[in-house]
């Protein structure tokens, strides 16, 4: 049992380029969210996917695109890299009906420049 | 929408003191509170939670506390040891709270350092 698994674990993008970010969870949970985390200003949710065939945007989604691809997978996409979106990127996934408790992944460290 | 602020931002303790950080929370309607530990280069991880139908829960050295009233509830960590040392952050539900948690606002976050 992996849990929340999310590659790659780092990246570096040129501004303007585009890239994926995958995530993948063996829990079967039907919730997933992906998240970024700043200095300073905690965790803020940038899209998530309360059941598999549903995406909504969080707080901060300008920049970035989803895809639910299976009950499993959630990806995260950006279109066109830009310096702003230099952040730690995490996953994570919850059970519906069950606890209230999101697993979170280890994270995407990338850096626009 | 929700609004969490956190603090105080760090904390340094010796070790075998405690530690309390406090979390503040804008929605009366909110009623879950849950708090999460990051170690270095790890996603975060729930240690506690609480639900608004009880004031005080605990867990072996850590609680937490829950004030409907003043809407505020903090994290207490007794006999605080090395390996309590890492980012911990309060959240709160955000959006249809029909779906308790299913969306999270988080707190900005407490670097906590104890030390030896």
């Known amino acids: 049992n992996a849990g929340v698994t999310q590659t790659p674990k780092f990246q570096v993008l040129k501004t303007g380029q585009s890239m994926t970010l995958q995530c993948a969870q063996d829990?079967?949970?039907?919730?997933m969210y992906w998240y970024r985390q700043d200095p300073g200003m905690g965790l803020r949710l940038i899209y998530y996917s309360a059941s598999e065939g549903t995406t909504d945007k969080g707080e901060v989604p300008n920049g970035y695109n989803v895809s639910r691809l299976n009950k499993r997978e959630f990806s995260l996409r950006l279109e066109s890299a830009a310096p702003s979106q230099t952040s730690v990127y995490f996953c994570?996934?919850?059970?519906?009906?069950?606890?209230?408790?999101?697993?979170f992944g280890p994270g995407t460290r990338l850096t626009v420049t | 929408g929700e609004n969490v602020e956190q603090h105080p931002s760090t904390l340094s303790v010796q070790e075998g003191d405690s530690a309390v950080i406090k979390c503040t929370y804008s929605d009366s309607a909110s009623n879950y509170f849950p708090w999460y530990k990051q170690e270095l280069g790890k996603g975060p991880q729930l240690i506690i939670d609480?639900?608004?139908?009880?004031g005080e829960k605990k867990d072996q050295r850590i609680a937490v506390t829950l004030n409907k009233t003043a809407k505020h509830f903090s994290l207490h960590i007794t006999e605080t040891q090395p390996e309590d040392s890492a980012v911990y952050f309060c959240?709160?539900?955000?959006?249809?709270?029909?779906?308790?948690?299913?969306?999270?606002?988080f707190g900005a976050g407490t670097i906590l350092r104890v030390k030896s």
């Open positions: 994570a996934s919850r059970l519906q009906g069950g606890t209230y408790e999101q697993y």
């Open positions: 959240a709160a539900p955000s959006g249809d709270h029909m779906e308790y948690g299913n969306k999270l606002v």
């Open positions: 609480i639900r608004s139908n009880v």
């Open positions: 829990m079967n949970h039907n919730s």
